[in-house]
């Protein structure tokens, strides 16, 4: 059964730091490039950053470049998104999500989708 699952959503305050995680089982990890998206109340689902399956950078939203990174750890089915000086704008539920696509941005690219993970940035 495939399986996404993120971890280390929370509260926190404006300028503060938090990291992502998300654990891939039940598909070949390690052949899929990986990504994150997120939906804030009232908005589309939108793309914030992937990579590659050998760990080239997909892209960055430019709403969060500068201040996220994502990363990846194959031998741990693990996908990463640090996330730096968090504003309440990036206030969202997080996916993280798996595209037999060499390299995409778009949502219908992707194959398996988590359950996600609640951030929220207060002032």
């Known amino acids: 059964q495939v399986q996404l699952v993120e971890y280390g959503g929370g509260l926190v305050q404006a300028g503060g730091s938090l990291r992502l995680s998300c654990a891939g089982s039940g598909f070949t990890f390690s052949s899929y490039a990986m990504g994150w998206f997120r939906q804030a109340p009232g908005k589309e689902r939108e793309f914030v950053g992937a990579?590659?399956?050998?760990?080239?950078?997909?892209g960055i939203a430019d709403s969060v470049k500068g201040r996220f990174t994502v990363s990846r750890d194959n031998a741990k089915n693990t996908l990463y998104l640090q996330m730096n000086s968090l504003n309440p704008e990036d206030t969202a539920v997080y996916y993280c999500?798996?595209?037999?696509?060499?390299?995409?941005?778009?949502?219908?690219?992707?194959?398996?989708w988590g359950q996600g993970t609640q951030v929220t940035v207060s002032s």
């Open positions: 999500a798996a595209s037999r696509a060499v390299y995409s941005r778009l949502i219908d690219d992707y194959d398996y």
């Open positions: 990579i590659t399956w050998f760990g080239a950078n997909i």
